[in-house]
């Protein structure tokens, strides 16, 4: 293998990497979007009519539900992106 074709598989593996590491930050950014910005506003008095601990569902999401899925998403990346480290040959 010419130092060319090492240098050009190496480009495509970095290329590969960052994709996969934006098509992960696009998807856990589309769930906190939702939960926010959907459940927290735009259908908060739709969720209102359930509840949750003994509140009202869309109240809940807006003060307590965005907090704990952003908490969530933050260890879900973590793992995520360790399993994508060791996938594409990347270390700390």
């Known amino acids: 293998m010419t ?21 992960l930050l696009a998807v856990l950014l589309a769930v906190w979007f939702t939960v926010s910005f959907g459940f927290g506003i735009l259908l908060e008095d739709w969720l209102n009519q359930f509840s949750l601990f003994g509140f009202k569902l869309g109240f809940w999401f807006a003060q307590q539900g965005s907090i704990f899925t952003f908490v969530a998403l933050i260890f879900i990346y973590a793992i995520r992106m360790r399993a994508i480290d060791r996938e594409y040959g990347v270390g700390d």
């Open 3 to 23: 130092v060319a074709e090492d240098k050009a598989g190496e480009a495509a593996n970095r290329q590969a990497y960052w994709r996969a590491n934006l098509k």
